[in-house]
């Protein structure tokens, strides 16, 4: 089936120690997602990828890198991770004139420990 | 982008139905609404879409008012399964930027009680 694949599942990490999250997509999808979700809060936005062009937003903390070098795989890098990075990230996807307006697919997510 | 507001949680037995309604006074001409389901420890899921008037899938229906400032997710028949997060978004995208952005509000917590 194709799907959204997050690795690791689990990531612990120490604090100041950069860390590295992945997603791959079987989707063939050309927009990919990274959110961040803090426990009992809604996802929220860090940064997209139109294809190549890369999108962030206004209020993502410099910390956080992406890199996608295919259509297939996205990548998160924190490169100082501090306590309140503690979160599950979570990536998705979604397909420019697909049926549904801006429908993303979600991975199951990473959730990440900072210790 | 249009704020959503919803309600923090609800409550409900099974085999009812279900309504959830959100506000959206600042709807765009251009913006969609759409709901996402998220169970605990998992990614959000796409539910439903609706530009305006009524829209049905095999699982919710969702009701626009003419107005659009608001929107109802209706779940008939709830069962213990469907006790999970609700997000209802409005979709925004940047003319001629070919970007999307969504933002996820606070989402109401579905609890379906035997």
């Known amino acids: 089936d194709a799907m959204v694949i997050q690795n690791p599942r689990y990531q612990v990490t120490q604090f100041g120690k950069p860390v590295t999250l992945s997603c791959s997509q079987t989707?063939?999808?050309?927009?990919m997602y990274w959110y961040q979700q803090k426990s009992s809060q809604a996802p929220k936005l860090l940064f997209h990828y139109y294809d190549k062009d890369f999108n962030n937003e206004a209020d993502t903390p410099d910390n956080f890198q992406s890199r996608r070098p295919n259509t297939s795989f996205c990548f998160l890098d924190i490169r100082s991770p501090g306590l309140g990075d503690a979160a599950m990230y979570l990536c998705a996807t979604s397909r420019v004139g697909g049926g549904y307006y801006n429908e993303q697919f979600f991975g199951p997510g990473t959730r990440l420990t900072v210790l | 982008l249009a704020k959503t507001t919803q309600p923090i949680s609800m409550d409900s037995y099974e085999g009812q139905e279900v309504n959830i309604t959100c506000s959206h006074n600042?709807?765009?001409?251009?913006?969609?609404i759409t709901w996402y389901q998220q169970f605990p420890s998992q990614g959000p899921r796409f539910i439903i879409q609706g530009y305006k008037t009524k829209v049905t899938n095999e699982v919710a229906s969702l009701f626009i008012p003419a107005d659009r400032k608001s929107s109802t997710l209706s779940l008939p028949r709830v069962s213990l399964s469907d006790t999970a997060v609700y997000y209802c978004l409005v979709g925004d995208i940047a003319s001629g930027a070919g970007s999307y952005q969504l933002t996820f509000g606070k989402g109401t917590k579905l609890s379906v009680i035997p």
């Open positions: 989707l063939n999808h050309n927009v």
């Open positions: 600042n709807i765009a001409t251009n913006d969609y």
